[in-house]
């Protein structure tokens, strides 16, 4: 498509110019574009109301909205991350080793950008601020991809971000949006290896999946999050309200929010009538197994489809198990390997957790929330990885970059 091949070949071009900009460069460039991001607040905001207006009108669900709605809250937040990515020590042109091989072969590893990123995301159009801001800090050049449903915010805040970053010497080329978001354009861009180096999907299970499977650029598999926490026999249960109760309702639309409670049957019948009433009042439907639904008659028995699902909505799913192996087993079964979280006084049970548990992230007494960028002091986040090769969990500048192997020598042959 022509558009995909003219934004390519405009990146590729800008990423060999972005590799040899130095800190200060890229830093006042960036805080250049969190200051127009603040000052064009009313400019975004309008911008996101038609795209909120218009998906109202479609019938998306309250979730897909509150992904998709800006406020300037939520604006500022997105200039914060700017901010702290400029505080952020720079990766690009870090030794990681230096060695001297026997025929006198000085041999360095270095730390150098990607290249050029791609990223395909849904109704989120935060995600275009922080992934810009990663990019350009880590010196990659980037192709962004939003859906439909957010295209007129994404244009806005591309439009305000290249204004300020090419203004401040960034090269032309460096941001790019795809502003065709039919769903050709995202094929195409999956297959774009003559100017991708890298493509990262962000979103729902479906897009992750479709990624995987039909991109013939490398990619970086961000995962859906079927978040679990595990209430121990030994646990708070003023603590463990708490963590379930943030975890599940303080935003319930993204991936590192809990959408299953298991509960150590030791304190089931104590616990299960502090949280399930504390729930069902913040508007939280109850999938439950036979226990849950024998105590709770108004809840909706559970399936195994349930056990698998990431609901992304005021929904959650209550098991009560027999032990922490149980509750680790089920979870392992379960989970896509993002966050998992048990509440326990136990030191044991809390090691054994951490220890046996496969997820990017484990928390022992906090809640799944927390699993982002910004919060782990990585500024904005790429994406949340759940894979095992090259980065795992939020993905931060480190996980944009690659290595090179710089060599010095003084005339020496292989013999």
Same mark, same amino acid.
């Given at each position: ?6 934004? %390519? ?45 218009? %998906?109202?009108? &479609? $019938? ?18 997105? !200039? ?9 020590? /720079? ?13 006198? +072969? ?9 290249? @050029? ?11 275009? !601020? ?8 880590? %010196? ?13 915010? #994404? ?8 204004? &300020? ?26 297959? +774009? ?10 979103? %729902? ?20 999050? #079927? ?40 304190? !089931?019948?104590?616990?299960? *009538?502090?949280? @399930? ?5 913040? =508007? ?12 709770? *008659? ?47 006084? /136990? ?18 007494? !906090? ?15 790429? $994406? ?8 795992? $969990? *939020?993905? =931060? ?19």
């Amino acid at each position: 498509m022509k558009e995909l091949i003219e934004k %390519g070949k405009l990146a590729k071009e800008a990423s060999y110019k972005l590799a040899s900009l130095s800190s200060d460069d890229k830093n006042n460039a960036l805080s250049s574009i969190a200051k127009a991001l603040r000052e064009n607040t009313d400019y975004i905001l309008t911008a996101n109301k038609t795209d909120i207006d218009n %998906g109202i009108a &479609a $019938g998306m669900s309250e979730g897909l909205i509150d992904r998709l709605r800006l406020t300037e809250d939520r604006i500022n937040s997105m !200039a914060d991350g700017i901010d702290q990515i400029v505080s952020l020590p /720079d990766p690009i042109g870090e030794v990681i080793s230096q060695t001297r091989r026997p025929n006198g +072969l000085k041999i360095g590893k270095i730390r150098v950008p990607l290249g @050029v990123i791609g990223i395909i995301y849904e109704a989120r159009p935060n995600v275009t !601020a922080d992934a810009a801001g990663l990019c350009v800090k880590s %010196g990659n050049a980037v192709i962004l991809r939003g859906g439909k449903e957010a295209i007129n915010s #994404n244009k806005a805040i591309v439009k305000v971000m290249q204004d &300020a970053a090419y203004a401040n010497g960034l090269p032309y080329g460096s941001i790019n949006l795809i502003e065709d978001t039919t769903r050709e354009s995202s094929v195409a861009l999956m297959k +774009l290896n003559d100017y991708l180096d890298v493509i990262i999907p962000r979103g %729902g299970a479906s897009l992750i999946r479709a990624v995987v499977e039909n991109a013939t650029v490398p990619a970086i598999e961000t995962g859906t999050g #079927n978040c679990h926490v595990y209430v121990d026999s030994s646990a708070n249960l003023e603590m463990a309200k708490n963590i379930v109760i943030n975890a599940k309702t303080q935003r319930p639309s993204v991936c590192n929010a809990e959408e299953k409670l298991l509960i150590n049957r030791d304190i !089931a019948e104590e616990f299960l *009538p502090i949280i @399930v009433p504390e729930l069902t009042s913040r =508007g939280v439907e109850i999938v439950g197994d036979e226990t849950v639904c024998s105590m709770f *008659p108004d809840s909706t028995a559970a399936n195994e489809e349930d056990w698998a699902t990431e609901y992304l909505s005021l929904k959650i799913g209550i098991k009560i198990v027999d032990s922490i192996d149980e509750a680790i087993t089920h979870i392992n079964k379960y989970n896509s390997g993002h966050s998992e979280a048990i509440i326990t006084s /136990d030191y044991n049970a809390s090691q054994k957790f951490l220890d046996e548990i496969d997820a990017a992230a484990v928390y022992v007494n !906090a809640s799944t929330r927390f699993t982002d960028g910004f919060e782990f002091g990585y500024g904005a986040e790429i $994406g949340i990885s759940t894979q095992k090769i090259h980065a795992r $969990g *939020p993905m =931060g500048l480190e996980a944009l970059t690659s290595t090179k192997f710089i060599v010095y020598g003084n005339g020496q042959i292989r013999k």
